[in-house]
């Protein structure tokens, strides 16, 4: 199958080879695998370290909106106001976690469709 950047998969946290399975079994576990296609999500140790790029790029803008939002309504001095944004932000945590998982599989399946091969190629004498 094409290797195609869907957001609607992306948003519904399906696989990005098939579209149909889902990468996450509940809120904080990870299917190791896709229950669908059988692609593995973590390709090595390691792996969703370039997905924290992804949970900034989202929870960063939201909370520095909330921050500008309350302290445009309150005036309070801004460490309170980025407190109050930064506790009222932490319900929304497992779905920054989620999300910007699933981003990061999606663009990396993206640029790089392959894995490499399971064993090393024999050396031939
Ligand atoms: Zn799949």
Known sequence: MAHHLRLATMLQGLCPICGEG??????????????????????G????TGAMYFSYAIGI???????????WLTRWPLHWAVLLVWVAFLPLVPWVFRLSRTIFIHFDRYFDPDDPPLTPPVQAR
């Open 22 to 43: 889902r990468i996450f079994a509940s809120r904080w576990r990870m299917n190791p695998r896709c229950p669908v296609c059988n692609m593995k999500f973590e390709r």
């Open 45 to 48: 140790p390691g792996y969703f």
């Open 61 to 71: 803008p939201i909370i520095a909106a909330g921050t500008g939002l309350v302290w």
